[in-house]
């Protein structure tokens, strides 16, 4: 049986750009066909909730930091028997 591991860390908008394939990346294999991009959310409407919800929730009436880091991304081992819908899974 393969292993399999999860890596989680914080994101930029550099990652956010290759993830989304707006160019196209030199290292990727026929990246068009092989890729499947699929969000639950825009990442914008996410930042916005966050925020709100730091705010709603906050009992000091502190503003969050500058520097908090809002948006992270995962990095997941799949092998080619895995599809589409074990990711989406994965992220329920």
């Known amino acids: 049986m393969a292993g399999s591991s999860i890596h989680i860390e914080n994101s930029s908008a550099s990652a956010l750009i290759h993830n989304t394939r707006i160019f196209d990346v030199e290292h990727a294999i026929d990246s068009k066909n ?10 914008n409407d996410l930042v916005k909730k966050a925020k709100l919800d730091y705010q709603q929730n906050q009992k000091n009436n502190r503003r969050m930091s500058s520097r908090a880091q809002l948006v992270k991304e995962a990095i997941v081992n799949l092998n080619e028997n895995h599809t589409l819908d074990d990711v989406k899974q994965l992220c329920q």
Do not use: F, G, P, T
């Open 34 to 43: 092989k890729n499947d991009i699929y969000e639950y959310h825009k990442i």
